[in-house]
């Protein structure tokens, strides 16, 4: 039960990133910095801070507590993921929703689950059990969907009618899937801040929240840095006191905090997930990134993203999508059968610690 209700979070997480681009197409009459500016403050600076405020108790303290050097390795891969989520919001401007999810997404799920597997030496183990080989196989074959909308969304813009522009987006989405990566990383480098935060009172399932906190503060200063530079030079400042009406400038803050919202979110439940998800938790990232393709290309349909290319590119977009689901529910069914084997085996402990224990009286 705790592995399906941690792939139920997964999905939501992933659902909720892939929406979170969206109420940007809401923002009117600012340049990209400005709102990008503002849903980061909301999505990297205050939601995290105060999830972490309520999540953990004496959260300074647990901060305080921590080795400088496991805060400073945090920050870093943060500062780095922070570089790929601002090519990630580049990629999505210059080639549409879809198509920047899939490609960036690719390198995100096979760098952000498999190094990790291979760097913490738990292939063998991994691959020692039912279970976990089948885990494995979901992994590949996420990756495999991606690709296939990746290569969709590709014919779609070689066909000639899109008005994305792909040569500039394509080589801005490899990088923030590269660098996207460094999340994970960062997550795995700040696990004594988990630690000290459980020791300290925090509940398992939202111990994770001061690691964001600390990791986010690596991105939000290297995108306040650009979107503060990009303001200065295009003289875009006056978009955080004017727009059109009073209206359009409330509307525009709105849709910016709401992405803000809708993106941080997906660690809200990745964090819950990661507790219930257990001796597979490795393989979160890659349930994550499938199902946030999933929804961004959704988008991407409702969007019209699409509708200008052939009914054979469509159908190859839509045969990954059903193909990320797939790999989604291969990946439960597997943790499933990991859990229920799990439980037998301490079942089976339990029982032999008695008779033994029976035997000695």
């Not at 291979?118 to 691959?127: D, Q, S």
């Not at 875009?236 to 941080?264: E, H, P, R």
Request: charged residues 10%; proline residues 2%; glycine residues 12%.
């Amino acid at each position: 039960m705790n592995v399906i209700i941690g792939l139920s979070m997964l999905i939501l997480g992933g659902l909720s990133a892939g929406t979170s681009y969206v109420p940007l197409k809401g923002v009117k009459g600012w340049a990209w910095e400005s709102g990008w500016a503002v849903q980061g403050i909301v999505a990297w600076l205050l939601l995290p801070l105060l999830l972490a405020l309520l999540a953990t108790p004496h959260l300074f303290s647990v901060l305080h507590a921590t080795p400088t050097a496991t805060l400073a390795e945090t920050y870093a891969f943060g500062f780095l993921w922070g570089l790929g989520g601002l090519a990630w919001g580049m990629a999505v401007r210059y080639i549409g929703i879809a198509l920047g999810f899939s490609i960036a997404t690719g390198f995100l799920s096979s760098l952000g689950t498999l190094v990790p597997i291979i760097a913490e030496g738990k292939w063998a183990a991994t691959l020692a059990t039912p279970s976990g080989r089948i885990t494995i196989a979901s992994i590949a074959l996420s990756l495999i969907g991606i690709t296939i909308c990746g290569r969709a969304g590709w014919l779609r813009d070689k066909q000639g009618r899109s008005t994305f522009n792909f040569s500039k987006g394509i080589s801005i989405a490899l990088a923030a899937g590269i660098l996207g990566a460094c999340f994970a990383f960062g997550i795995a480098a700040g696990d004594a801040i988990k630690q000290n935060a459980i020791a300290n009172g925090a509940a398992p399932q939202w111990a994770a929240t001061p690691i964001f906190f600390v990791e986010l503060l690596g991105g939000i200063t290297v995108n306040l840095i650009y979107c503060i530079a990009m303001n200065r030079r295009n003289k875009t400042f006056k978009d955080y006191s004017q727009a059109a009406s009073s209206k359009t400038l409330k509307t525009n803050y709105a849709f910016s905090a709401l992405v803000g919202v809708l993106w941080y979110l997906q660690f809200v439940f990745y964090g819950m997930a990661s507790f219930y998800m257990g001796p597979y938790s490795f393989a979160n990232w890659s349930v994550h990134m499938s199902f946030m393709v999933v929804a961004s290309n959704l988008w991407g349909y409702y969007y019209k993203e699409w509708t200008s290319t052939t009914r054979a590119t469509i159908r190859l977009n839509t045969t990954g999508i059903a193909i990320l689901v797939i790999a989604g529910i291969i990946m439960g069914a597997a943790g499933a059968k990991a859990a229920a084997i799990g439980n037998e085996a301490e079942s089976a402990k339990a029982a032999k610690a008695v008779i033994s224990q029976k035997a000695k009286v």
